[in-house]
């Protein structure tokens, strides 16, 4: 028996894929993307969009660490604590910690980007602009006390100083004025810039004194944008790169060409966002239509190889504010679209422009959505802009009448309600479409974290949503990943954002 054991679990060590080998030390993480980023200043518009995460991640640490499932935890804040009415959050900061270039980390270094932030007002992104709108006064006390006083309660602070508004910088590049371009990006994370070509490529290299450790990290850390799909598998394919966002069309492609896939779920989803003083989308009616006219099993089925279902809603299955009864609440009926368009007096169609961001997997999905529409009368045409180009759809003068977009999140679920459908939300351009929307919003604001009765409201949320149409979702979304087998080691979903966090993740000994 024992020799029988033995022999069984000298088979099993030998079919153990090649992720079981020790990670490299010396090797260079390359990831090929689709999504880029134009400048490194984690508080400008473009980068407030979770597309292009992985350098900012891996650069800047920020004063709250999300952890994988997007809970609150120690960063650079290693602990604190609120007030029992929710006005007050009171951050001790981490000793001992220095930036990329020497500058300690403190109390000080945490005005100097407050300070910045607050200062930029409209030209900052708008996770960075919602933030210093709550806050009311900063009080630093020493070099580590920071005590932030809000002008309401708001259980949701913690989340954003987990996100881009958290992210510091070192004091000693934050001169007057810059912002984008002008910025030099020195953080206090785990990798340090080397080199950053705008919309093209950034490499970093490990921080050997990070207050984290450096355990089984590369070396450096590379992230290529590369917009169309094939250049990145062929990349892949060719050593330039160990590891490629693909396609879900290319799933089968790179299981043929012996490339292991992981689908990372997230809490994401591709859906569209109208600006509802645009033409007839003003009109519920319209918008139901449009609901009705989208075939999603079919593009779900035809485009993503399995990663990815039909969604009526905003949030994944295993969200807490998931509500089963709204799983088809607007099933694929072109009898039902058409009937809807001719009442609201659309008979014969309407006209509808795009704003397509230019890469392969939009313009697939852009496709089967204009050939859907095209059946119910809605002639859909394509306005197409490089992805860093989105913000021109909320930016006056706004471009587009509908963004079709895949959405990740934020790292708080209400900002993630109110930046789709909220008053003043980025990418509800053309107002809200019930005044119940902003109601809710008020209620779930002024909930903790932990509160049970934050759930119900989330969920009435997503219903009112739903009843006013006030944004259109199509399907879910995975990362789906490709490497050689065996070749990447501690990739794991991050869930606070669209993008996954490379900062642990590790190349193998054995990939070639």
């Keep these: 028996m024992r020799l029988k054991r033995w022999l069984l679990s000298l088979a099993f060590l030998a079919a153990l894929p090649a992720s079981a080998a020790e990670p490299n030390t010396n090797a260079a993480l390359i990831y090929y993307d689709m999504a880029g980023n134009e400048t490194l200043d984690p508080i400008e518009p473009q980068n407030n969009s979770s597309y292009s995460h992985e350098a900012l991640l891996a650069i800047y640490e920020p004063l709250i660490r999300l952890d994988d499932s997007g809970n609150p935890g120690p960063g650079l804040a290693e602990s604190w604590t609120r007030n029992a009415d929710l006005t007050e959050l009171t951050l001790k900061l981490r000793r001992g910690v220095t930036f ?7 109390a000080e270094a945490v005005k100097r980007n407050f300070d910045r932030m607050a200062g930029l007002g409209s030209r900052a992104g708008t996770t960075v602009i919602e ?81 984290g450790g450096t355990k089984n990290r590369a070396a450096s850390f590379e992230h290529h944008y590369v917009p169309d799909g094939r250049a990145r598998l062929n990349a892949l394919r060719s050593g330039q790169a160990n590891i490629a966002l693909i396609d ?11 490339l292991q896939i992981q689908l990372v779920e997230k809490n994401a989803l591709w859906l569209i966002y109208p600006n509802l003083k645009k033409g007839p989308l003003g009109d519920l009616r319209v918008r139901k239509a449009m609901m009705h006219a989208i075939d999603r099993e079919g593009i779900a089925e035809a485009l993503t190889n399995g990663s990815a279902r039909a969604t009526w809603q905003m949030w994944s299955s295993r969200s807490p504010f998931y509500v089963k009864e709204l799983e088809n609440a607007y099933p694929y009926d072109p009898k039902k679209a058409k009937a809807l368009l001719a009442e609201a007096g659309y008979k014969d169609g309407f006209e509808l422009t795009d704003l397509l961001l ?46 079709m977009g895949r959405y990740g999140g934020r ?12 008053s003043g939300g980025s990418y509800a351009p053309g107002g809200v479409a ?49 490497y050689k087998p065996g070749c990447i080691l501690n990739l794991e979903p991050y869930l606070p954002s669209g993008d996954d966090r490379f900062n642990d993740v590790q ?4 990939c070639k």
């Design 248 to 258: 879900p069309r290319q799933i089968p492609e790179a299981k043929n060409a012996g």
């Design 358 to 403: 230019n890469n392969s997997e939009y313009r697939q999905m852009g496709e089967a959505l204009q050939a859907n529409f095209a059946e119910v009368g809605i002639r859909m045409k394509f306005d197409v802009v490089d992805v860093s180009q989105f913000t021109q759809f909320y930016r006056p003068p706004t471009r587009g009448d509908i963004l």
């Design 411 to 422: 790292s708080d679920p209400i900002q993630t309600v109110h930046e789709i459908v909220g």
């Design 507 to 510: 190349v193998s000994t054995g």
């Design 434 to 482: 019930s005044p119940r929307i902003d109601e809710l919003l008020s209620q779930a604001r002024a909930l903790a974290a932990a509160d049970p009765r934050r759930a119900g409201v989330m969920q009435d949320l997503a219903r009112e949503i739903s009843a006013s149409v006030a944004t259109m979702p199509m399907v879910t979304r995975s990362n789906v990943y490709a």
């Design 131 to 211: 933030t210093f709108k709550l806050i009311d006064s900063v009080e630093y006390q020493g070099e580590d006390i920071v005590r932030i006083k809000l002008k309401r309660p708001s259980g949701q602070i913690e989340f954003w100083l987990g996100a881009n508004p958290g992210m510091m910088i070192s004091p000693a590049v934050l001169k007057e004025g810059v912002i984008g371009a002008t910025l030099q990006p020195v953080g206090a994370g785990p990798f340090k810039l080397k080199t950053f070509d705008a919309n093209v490529k950034t490499i970093t290299t490990r921080f050997d004194q990070y207050w």
């Design 100 to 106: 990329h270039d020497g500058t300690p980390f403190n």
